[in-house]
């Protein structure tokens, strides 16, 4: 395999940025775009024993946004105008990402999200919503299970319950990622995305060894999804790294799609799944179709009245 093409397909197990897919076929790929507007805060939490960064935009309602794997909180650059329009959003650096150092305990979903209930604590909020892509996702999840009470309202966009959520051709992709990899990833946008703000570029390789750590091991968190207790909604692209089956799966797991609606909504359940038309895994993070189905989930809006309703007026 080609660097470049190796390049790809750590992306496209991390679940890096966009940028990351289109540019790695270039022989000098850029960084990718930083955020421009500066944060009204910003500042590190130590939860877990890790130094957290974190920086907080935008007023109204808080929302906790979190990355996905090799990528950081800039990741998130095409969509953050649109949700502070509407939101204070709290973008924080998961372990050994971005600005937050890898530290000495390995990386694992559920001690992030543990540390993400405790930071949210400690920057002062009672509760929040969530929104997680990939990773990120997984970090929600974990952290909506552990510390129901801290958090309103979850949005997972692009994450599996479990490993085996994953096409069957991933899992060896996943398993393929280490520290040997480094040298080859030395042009890439994930690299040069970590280069520019990491406190100790020497530590991406043994970063690249803990996400394989993470990835070679199987996990199966149906149990933690029982433990949800505010509504959730889903959110995937058509063409996502997730199977479909999956897909649905997990939202019935939620009490979703097991019956007819009905005329009144009388059977809707509380939570809610997307399918984004057009979109990749490495893509649906930056589309401005997933701030057009978050926001009014996360606000408490329903998208359309009633059959019935429409018949009143």
């Not at 992030?112 to 996702?137: H, N, P, Q, R, T």
């Not at 909506?144 to 096409?167: C, D, M, N, T």
């Not at 020497?202 to 690249?208: H, I």
């Not at 057009?278 to 589309?287: G, I, K, N, P, R």
């Amino acid at each position: 395999m080609s660097v470049k093409m190796f390049a790809a397909a750590i992306a496209a197990v991390a679940a890096s940025i966009v940028s990351a897919v289109a540019e790695a076929q270039e022989p000098k790929a850029a960084a990718p775009q930083a955020i421009a507007a500066e944060p009204s805060k910003k500042g590190r939490v130590e939860a877990g024993g890790i130094s957290y960064y974190y920086e907080i935009r935008g007023e109204g309602e808080p929302l906790l946004l979190l990355h996905g794997g090799l990528g950081s909180i800039d990741m998130f650059a095409p969509i953050l105008p649109a949700l502070t329009e509407h939101r204070q959003v709290i973008g924080v650096d998961l372990q050994g990402h971005g600005r937050t150092p890898l530290g000495s305990r390995p990386i694992t979903l559920e001690a992030m999200g543990a540390d993400m209930g405790k930071i949210v604590s400690e920057l002062g909020y009672d509760e929040v919503d969530v929104l997680g892509y990939s990773m990120g996702g997984g970090v929600a999840l974990q952290m909506a299970a552990q510390a129901p009470e801290k958090v309103r309202r979850l949005v997972i966009a692009s994450a599996p319950f479990a490993r085996s959520g994953f096409y069957p051709e991933m899992i060896p992709q996943q398993e393929a990622v280490n520290a040997g990899l480094a040298e080859m990833m030395k042009d890439t946008p994930m690299f040069l995305s970590y280069k520019a703000v990491a406190p100790d570029v020497s530590e991406f390789p043994r970063l690249l060894d803990a996400m394989g750590d993470l990835m070679r091991r199987d996990y199966d968190f149906s149990g933690a999804v029982a433990k949800l207790t505010m509504p959730v909604m889903l959110v995937f692209g058509d063409s996502d790294m997730v199977r479909p089956e999956h897909i649905v799966e997990f939202y019935q797991k939620l009490g979703g799609g097991l019956k007819d609606a009905g005329w009144m909504r009388e059977n809707m359940p509380k939570n809610r799944l997307a399918i984004l038309p057009d979109l990749t895994h490495y893509e649906a993070f930056a589309s401005p179709a997933l701030v057009a189905a978050a926001l009014p989930f996360l606000d408490g809006k329903s998208n359309a009245p009633s059959w019935a309703e429409q018949v009143k007026k």
